[in-house]
C-alpha cells in the first residue's frame, strides 16, 4: 500500500477484540519506530506509559468521558508532553549554546 493509499485508508477504531493481545516485544518495535518523529530543537519532550492493568485503565476512563473503549483496549499508551522544553529560558539557553558550539567548529 503506498502512502497516499494508507492515508485515505486510516480510521479510528473504538471497538476491539477482547481474544487479541499486543506483545510487549510488538508494542517495544512500534514505540521504537514511533521515537523517530520530529521534535522541536530535537528536544524528543515526551514520555511514554504504557498499561495493561485493567483497574488503573478503568480509572482512566473516568478521565476520559467515560468512553468504554479505554478499558475495552488490551492496553493504553498514554504520552506526556513536557512542556518545560519549550519555555523561553529553555530554548535561549538551548540556541546559546548551539551558537558557541558553532563558532567554536568553525575556528
Ligand atoms: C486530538 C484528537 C482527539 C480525539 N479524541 C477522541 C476521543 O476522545 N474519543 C474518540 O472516540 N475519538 C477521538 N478522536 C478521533 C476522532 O473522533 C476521529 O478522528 C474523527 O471522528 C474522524 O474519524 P476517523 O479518524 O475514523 O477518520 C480524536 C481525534 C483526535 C485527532
Same mark, same amino acid.
Given at each position: #500500500?503506498?502512502?497516499?493509499? %494508507?492515508?485515505?485508508?486510516r480510521k479510528s477504531v473504538r471497538h476491539f477484540k477482547q481474544q487479541v493481545t499486543i506483545s510487549n516485544e510488538e *508494542?517495544?518495535? =512500534?514505540l521504537n $519506530?514511533? /521515537?523517530? /518523529?520530529?521534535?522541536?530543537?530535537? /528536544?524528543q519532550p515526551w514520555k511514554v506509559i504504557v498499561i495493561k492493568n485493567k483497574s488503573v485503565m478503568k480509572m482512566l476512563q473516568k478521565f476520559s468521558y467515560n468512553q468504554e473503549q479505554v478499558t475495552?483496549?488490551? #492496553?493504553? *499508551?498514554?504520552?506526556l508532553?513536557?512542556?518545560? $522544553? %519549550?519555555?523561553?529560558? %529553555?530554548? =535561549? /539557553?538551548n540556541q546559546l549554546k548551539h551558537? =558557541?558550539?558553532?563558532?567554536?567548529e568553525n575556528q
Open positions: #500500500m503506498d502512502f497516499l493509499n %494508507y492515508l485515505d485508508a *508494542i517495544f518495535n =512500534i $519506530h514511533a /521515537a523517530n /518523529a520530529p521534535s522541536g530543537n530535537n /528536544a475495552q483496549a488490551s #492496553m493504553i *499508551i498514554l504520552i508532553g513536557d512542556k518545560s $522544553h %519549550y519555555n523561553t529560558d %529553555y530554548l =535561549i /539557553a551558537n =558557541i558550539s558553532d563558532k567554536r
